[in-house]
C-alpha cells in the first residue's frame, strides 16, 4: 500500500511538472551518435523496427527517431497520463498515430497489453528513466523491459551517473563546483 502511495504520487509530481514544463524539453537527435546499435536498427533490413520507450516524457526520443525512419513503429509508455496525452497530442500533429501509440506504465509493475507486442520490441530505451526508480525496483523493472523485447532485441540505457558528461559539462561552465 505505502508503495502504492509513492507511485501515485509520483506521478501526480510528475503530471504538475508537465503541467508547467511542456515545451521544456529538446528533440534527442543524438542518439544514433550515442548508439550505434540504434542507428543500424533504423537504417539496415526491409521493415522498420519497433521501438519501445519507457519513461517517454514529451515525446523527445521516440519522436526524432520515427521521423528518421518512415517505416519505424513506436509505443511510449510514461508514469505520469499527462506526459503520455501530451506524445499522443505531438503524435497525432505530426500524422504519426498509424505508426506510433503512448500509455501509461509503471514499469515496476508487469507490462500491460499495450506494451506486450507479437514478437516484441526490437529495442527498448530508456534514457534518462531508471534514475527515478526505487533501487529495489530496478531488478523488477529491468525484467519486465526484457519480457517486452524480442529474442535479440535490446535495452537501451542512458543515465544519469557520477561524472557523467552533463555533470562534467555544467563543472565546466562558471563557478563549476568539480573544478
Do not use: M
Not at 22 to 37: A, G, K, V
Not at 49 to 75: D, F, V
Amino acid at each position: 500500500a505505502a508503495s502504492e502511495q509513492s507511485v501515485a504520487a509520483a506521478a501526480r509530481l510528475w503530471d504538475e511538472h508537465y503541467a508547467v514544463n511542456p515545451r521544456n524539453y529538446h528533440d534527442r537527435r543524438y542518439l544514433q551518435n550515442e548508439f550505434p546499435q540504434l542507428a543500424r536498427l533504423l537504417t539496415e533490413g526491409d521493415g522498420g523496427p519497433l521501438l519501445l520507450e519507457i519513461g517517454c516524457g514529451t515525446g523527445n526520443t521516440l519522436l526524432p527517431l520515427l521521423q528518421a525512419n518512415p517505416l519505424a513503429r513506436g509505443l511510449a509508455c510514461d508514469l505520469s497520463p499527462l506526459a503520455v496525452e501530451l506524445v499522443s497530442e505531438r503524435l497525432r500533429r505530426e500524422n504519426l498515430c498509424d505508426r506510433a501509440s503512448a500509455f501509461v506504465w509503471d514499469v515496476a509493475e508487469p507490462p500491460p497489453a499495450e506494451a506486450r507486442t507479437e514478437g516484441g520490441a526490437d529495442a527498448c530505451l530508456a534514457i534518462f528513466t531508471l534514475s527515478a526508480l526505487a533501487p529495489e525496483a530496478l531488478p523488477r523493472a529491468l525484467a519486465h523491459l526484457r519480457s517486452c523485447l524480442r529474442p535479440g532485441g535490446r535495452l537501451l540505457l542512458r543515465d544519469y551517473g557520477r561524472l557523467d558528461l552533463k555533470q562534467l559539462k555544467f563543472a565546466r561552465a562558471a563557478r563549476g563546483r568539480l573544478g
